[in-house]
């Protein structure tokens, strides 16, 4: 099923309806965490979810990312969800998320705990609706969760899911290793003179080539959704080693066709082998930041950094993550400004 490629769109009017849209907005359902949802603007609204510490003392530097985040994005109204056993514990990081929200300007309009079958009201209040001993709750038919798997969104049960979902199978990624090694073939010998000397020419030629294959197939599937096949994703890796070839790629996204590219990259990391995978897992993370799914953006650059710890284009993203850059703020790279098809 491919991705629907408009913004999903959310508008809670209860907590049930806010638990329901944590998972909606993440892509799994979280365990030991705190989150923290802003509500504004379909494209400036971003949310942030950090592990649970264990002791209350470690809560300050445990939410610091959030509320670095919160104050970076300048919105003005946010919603607390806290997922844990711990009625104590949550209300610890409860109050040290008001405190720091408070610090930076950010209105916390509403924060509750759960613990997976129960909601608690950690906002103060007393009255009927938020018994001492909980309200009982159930999202496993809520519509929210309907709406996104019939957008065809990624819905699994945990980040450790999530991020299992980015590695295929052993025979897929044999397969397409296989086609990377002809593709390879094929441009040693594109940038030799018929008596094996280097040809630079040639070489930059078959560069250029390569680039515009990657330009054409990219449009291709975003018009069709046609999964590559073995030799696409072959000669597709070998190209992407090229950092001006990437940057075609990179300069075709764009926020319409953001979910669209999701499913294309997230498909060629999935049958990536391990030395040609950082460019198409940050390629993954770039679109699914783009798309507002910053939990597959992250997994997406973790995979990156596996292979290549230093791999550039993984780096910026990380960094957009943490200081949670709206995907709102991406111009796409205009065509003529790709160093590859200049002069």
């Known amino acids: 099923m ?19 849209m944590v998972p909606c907005m993440l892509g799994f359902h979280p365990e030991r965490s705190v989150v923290l949802i802003t509500l504004g603007a379909e494209r400036d609204a971003f949310h942030a979810r950090v592990d649970l510490p264990d002791r209350p003392e470690d809560m300050d ?6 509320i670095d985040v919160a104050e970076r994005t300048r919105i003005g109204r946010s919603v607390l969800v806290v997922y844990s056993d711990d009625a104590e514990l949550a209300e610890v990081a409860a109050a040290t998320v008001q405190a720091g929200l408070d610090a930076v300007g950010v209105e916390l309009v509403e924060a509750i705990r759960t613990d997976g079958s129960r909601w608690y009201s950690l906002s103060g209040c ?11 709750y159930d999202i496993s038919g809520h519509p929210f969760l309907a709406q996104t798997v019939l957008q065809g969104r990624v819905m ?23 086609a990377a090694g002809t593709a390879g073939e094929r441009m040693v010998a594109a940038g030799r003179h018929p008596l094996g ?5 040639g070489a930059r030629r078959h560069l250029v080539q390569e680039g515009h294959w990657v330009e054409q197939r990219v449009g291709r ?30 300069a075709s996204m764009t926020h319409d066709n953001a979910g669209a590219q999701v499913d294309l990259w997230r498909d060629v990391v999935r049958r990536s082998p391990h030395a040609l995978l950082a460019p198409p897992a940050a390629l993954l993370g770039f679109a699914a930041w783009l798309n507002g799914n910053g939990a597959l953006a992250w997994c997406a650059v973790d995979r990156a950094h596996h292979a290549d ?18 995907p709102s703020t991406w111009q796409p790279l205009e065509r003529d400004m790709l160093t590859l098809f200049a002069g």
């Open 2 to 20: 491919s991705e629907d490629t408009r913004p999903l769109t959310l508008r809670a009017k209860t907590p049930t309806d806010l638990l329901a």
């Open 61 to 66: 530097a445990a939410v610091a990312q959030i």
């Open 126 to 136: 007393t009255g009927p609706c938020c018994p001492a001993d909980g309200t009982p």
């Open 156 to 178: 699994l049960s945990s980040r450790e899911e999530l991020a299992a979902s980015l590695i295929g199978n052993d025979d897929d990624v044999a397969a397409v290793e296989r």
């Open 197 to 201: 000397q280097l040809a630079p020419d």
């Open 221 to 250: 599937f975003l018009a069709d959704h046609v999964r590559l096949s073995d030799e696409e994703v072959g000669r597709l890796l070998v190209a992407l080693v090229s950092i001006q070839v990437r940057d075609v790629a990179w």
């Open 309 to 326: 710890p230093d791999y550039s284009l993984a780096g910026l993203l990380a960094q957009a993550l943490a200081a949670g850059v709206p």
